[in-house]
């Protein structure tokens, strides 16, 4: 039976350290007692120690919107898979804003998630295709070739921690979602790629949906049988919300 993962990802918000621990704090009250769902939040890395200070040990995990693959060295801005170790358990690799704005590619997603996966990190490998991609009829192509890669630094899949989103790029931010069907249609061919890699773990890997998840729609992923969780943005800089999403995950009919 596969756990739902609900993560947040903040992005680049808030912009306070006292905010961010505010915000933590909601979503830990709200995660406090609710069991049968995971649920993290990846506030920016330079608020993660503030955040671990403030909500503790417990029913909310953390992770960290991106990292370096390399452990050290001459990478000026970069954050390292061995300075997240201790702060972060998760690790978000390869968002559609980080290969649009931050030329990361299949292949350093790829050394990204091996690296995190070897630092004793979880990724959460981050796939989908864009509008035009989409338009075109693309979209089966281009999650081959992402998931492909992203995976292509990893002999087997159990006891990776590997969760991977399904985050169609046209759905982020826009408030137009996807169809629970058509993530659906997604995930059962992400599936099918993980057990060509690892038959016996595929079936143990979280499928999130991301992009416009809201508490008002996302009961309609998780109803299905292999979308287990969200990866939420704007919703998730908002408690209630996020708390509402996680709920959603708690009442859904479980598949194994
Ligand atoms: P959104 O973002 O929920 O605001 O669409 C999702 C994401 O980028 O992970």
């Not at 919107?65 to 358990?89: I, V």
């Not at 292509?152 to 982020?172: D, K, N, Q, S």
């Amino acid at each position: 039976m596969r756990v739902p993962v609900i993560a947040g990802n903040w992005k680049m918000n808030p912009t306070s350290a006292s905010e961010a621990t505010s915000l933590a704090l909601a979503v830990r009250d709200a995660a406090d007692g609710l069991a049968g769902v995971t649920a993290v939040i990846c506030p920016p890395t330079i608020w993660l120690s503030d955040v671990q200070r403030a909500v503790g040990a417990g029913r909310v995990h953390l992770g960290a919107q991106t990292m370096a693959a390399d452990e050290r060295g001459a990478f000026t801005g970069e954050t390292s898979p061995l300075m997240l170790r201790g702060l972060a358990e998760f690790v978000i690799i390869g968002h559609s804003e980080r290969r649009q704005y931050d030329g990361e590619t299949d292949e350093s997603v790829g050394r990204k998630v091996a690296s995190a996966v070897a630092h004793g990190l979880r990724p959460i490998a981050a796939v989908g295709e864009r509008a035009e991609e989409r338009r075109s009829g693309a979209t089966s192509h281009v999650i081959d070739r992402q998931v492909r890669a992203a995976l292509a630094g990893l002999e087997r899949l159990a006891g990776t921690g590997l969760v991977v989103a399904y985050e169609p790029v046209w759905a982020i931010g826009t408030g137009d979602a996807a169809s629970g069907p058509d993530a659906q249609a997604v995930a059962v061919q992400i599936r099918a790629i993980l057990a060509e890699i690892d038959p016996e773990a595929a079936d143990e890997i979280p499928i999130q949906y991301g992009g416009s998840c809201t508490p008002e729609n996302a009961a309609a992923y998780f109803a299905q049988p292999d979308i287990d969780g969200a990866l939420v943005g704007g919703a998730s800089l908002k408690a209630d919300a996020f708390a509402a999403i996680l709920h959603a995950a708690v009442d859904a009919p479980r598949h194994a």
